[in-house]
């Protein structure tokens, strides 16, 4: 049997927020000079954020020096179908020590962390390491699917 030919087209704008809603995985991209890294991250999308959490490193001094990053989480069935959102913008830290409004952005990102591990910042808190919070605001995205269906 002959290996289907996939169609290829852009995704939605809603389809890309529906695939950012569905997964809490991704990788994020980042560079500083002449070299790029990608790793793994855990988020949770919000009304055009992604909320994450660190711990201090590599990653974390690399960005401060360039805060614009990309971002991308793949849904992949098979070979020739799946589909891939990137999104382009820019890494905040927030932190708990600043004046009201960076408290409150603070406790705002805790609470959307807490949808996916409800232990966050707490005592019981499984990754406690990681008590750097941030999100990044999408300020492009795009998406892009194969499909043989």
Not at 4 to 33: M, N
Not at 53 to 72: C, D, Y
Not at 132 to 137: D, L, M, S, W
Request: glycine residues 6%; proline residues 6%; charged residues 30%.
């Amino acid at each position: 049997m002959p290996t289907p030919t996939p169609r290829f087209r852009d995704l939605s704008a809603a389809e890309c927020t529906a695939i950012l809603a569905r997964h809490h995985v991704g990788r994020l991209a980042f560079s500083r000079k002449d070299r790029v890294d990608i790793e793994p991250i855990h988020y949770v999308f919000d009304e055009g954020w992604l909320y994450g959490r660190t711990q201090p490193g590599t990653k974390l001094e690399v960005i401060t020096h360039n805060r614009w990053i990309a971002f991308e989480v793949d849904e992949i069935d098979a070979l020739f179908d799946w589909r891939s959102v990137v999104v382009k913008g820019g890494f905040y830290l927030l932190r708990s020590d600043g004046g009201p409004h960076e408290t409150e952005a603070y406790d705002k990102g805790v609470a959307i962390l807490r949808r996916l591990v409800p232990e966050t910042m707490t005592a019981t808190d499984p990754l406690p390491e990681r008590a750097i919070v941030f999100r990044i605001n999408i300020d492009e995205l795009f998406g892009r699917e194969a499909s043989t269906r």
